[in-house]
């Protein structure tokens, strides 16, 4: 009943049984009234949003925002700047702003390389990485432990055992169902790249000025500053 399922989805599950076994039993393993309605509320979902125009939109939208909140920073900094020339501590959040998010636009390319592959990592296993996406359009398919068919999981442990004949079944439906299920993981997919790439590059933008404040007070000019201030940033991104 739990094989394969991740320690920290048992505790979930577990959280939610308040631990009462029965309840628990249920939530892993539903009845087959419940596996049904579920998989054809994701059919319904998947289907509505294959669409080319819907992803489109989606991509659009998410592009817009990924351009457009730095600058909307950089105004607001501007604002706040020129608006209050003489207040040193207004005026310095200002032009604090303005650098970072400038810097912020300057780290995209970096932040895209490294966040491309979370994406990549987000769409077959058809899950977020930095947000998991599980209560939004994926909902249906991912409560509890039971999975609709085609939804897990690409690679390694797609297949359940075929040591039953409902894994049997299971695993002939995920075959169709994988392909069909493509646009949710898509739409996740290209989430989970933007999410990336604003959430890297924001710490690298902060992470270079802050080391290069830091550089300066110590002293720090040409290569050994540049060397410092790309060490810096590096060991920020370690712990993202």
Known sequence: MFEGLSKDRFYDLLAEAQGSPAKLKVLADPGLYRKIMDTVNYLRIASLVSGPKTQLINIMTNGYMLGARPLERILGGTWQAVRHPLDELQSGTGRQLIKENLKQYAYFGTAFMDGFSQAVKAFTRNEGLLRPH???????????????????????????????????????????????????????????????????????????????????????????????????????????
């Open 134 to 240: 599980g209560h939004d359009i994926q909902s249906a398919a991912t409560d509890g432990a039971w999975q609709v068919p085609g939804t897990q999981a690409l690679g390694k442990g797609y297949f359940k055992p075929w040591t039953s004949v409902g894994n049997v079944t299971y695993n002939a439906l995920s075959i169709p169902l994988t392909p069909f299920g493509a646009a949710p993981r898509v739409l996740g997919g290209v989430d989970e790249l933007v999410k990336q790439i604003t959430y890297r590059s924001r710490v690298m933008a902060a992470a270079h000025i802050e080391g290069m404040e830091q550089a300066i007070q110590s002293g720090l000019k040409g290569k050994a500053a540049k060397d410092y201030v790309k060490s810096y940033v590096t060991s920020k991104l370690k712990v993202i």
